[in-house]
């Protein structure tokens, strides 16, 4: 298996836009414990590149170091210099150095669920939408299930990252393999709560569905022509991106980690 500390197997385009939606399932993966290491599901929109790359990035997240549990929870993350400290500055989760500026409080971040989805049961979702200029006044704003939450200032990115829109939208899974306390792949689940493959399929596996993303501040398109690319498909999988009446554009996720053909 690979050894990177960084695992993804995500679906991305390079296109300009103005931001991009999803709507997520909710799940609680297993993330090892001990380890500084987490498990999500995200959206990207990203903006330059090496140093200077610059991101808006939301969620759902299991990051026990982090939130002192094992259970997911919705974030936003942002990055002015490709992730080089955690300052104001520089970038951070949630309202961690007051880059985010809130204006609705009735959705928390950081904060958990009312509900998971069941293996072979009912599925929960989320929607979560990042786009520039989306409500009063033209900063990246995020939108929670309907709900305006609030928005990074422009003054946070320059004209060569996302200040003016982006160039790349991205969607996907992505987890941390902490090496420094186990010599073996982390055991940690991508996806759905037992760490199903794509091919487990809908009550099993985890999805992202209707992804679109933002043509104009105001116009949205379907999220058509995205790539999948994973690191191993024997640690953590992404199935093709489908089409559909009523998914839209959508695909499947997720793996267990550590096995027999991930070591």
């Known amino acids: 298996g690979p050894s990177s500390s960084h695992q993804y197997a995500h679906a991305y385009r390079y296109v300009t836009n103005y931001g991009a939606h999803s709507t997520f399932n909710l799940w609680n993966p297993g993330v090892q414990a001990g380890a500084d290491e987490f498990s999500l599901s995200q959206l990207w929109v990203t ?13 759902v997240q299991v990051y026990p170091r982090k939130y002192g549990n094992g259970y997911a929870r919705l974030f936003v993350y942002s990055t002015s210099d490709n992730y080089s400290h ?3 500055a520089s970038g951070c989760y949630n309202l961690d150095c007051g880059r985010f500026v809130q204006t609705d409080s ?26 520039r200029g989306g409500s009063p006044t033209p900063e990246w704003w ?4 309907g709900v305006w939450v609030g928005y990074y200032p422009l003054t946070l990115f320059d004209s060569n990252g996302v200040k003016y829109g982006a160039a790349e939208i991205d969607f996907g ?11 073996y792949h ?9 760490g199903a493959y794509p091919s487990a399929g809908y009550g099993r596996a985890a999805y992202q569905r209707k992804l679109r993303y933002y ?23 992404i199935s ?6 009523s998914w839209g554009m959508y695909f499947y996720f997720g793996g267990p980690g550590y096995n027999a053909s991930c070591m």
């Open 47 to 59: 903006g330059g590149s090496g140093s200077y790359l610059e991101t808006l990035e939301a969620g």
């Open 215 to 237: 043509s104009t501040t105001t116009a949205t398109a379907a999220a058509t022509g995205l790539t999948a690319v994973r690191d191993n498909a024997y640690c953590y999988d």
């Open 186 to 194: 982390t055991v940690t689940d991508m996806g759905s709560s037992t």
């Open 86 to 88: 955690q300052s104001y």
């Open 142 to 145: 995020l939108d929670v299930n």
């Open 106 to 131: 009735s959705v928390v971040l950081g904060g958990v669920f009312s509900a998971y989805s069941v293996t072979g049961g009912t599925q929960r979702e989320v929607d979560i939408t990042f786009v």
């Open 240 to 245: 093709s991106v489908y089409s559909d009446a």
């Open 173 to 183: 899974g992505e987890i941390v393999d902490d090496r420094s306390t186990h010599a």
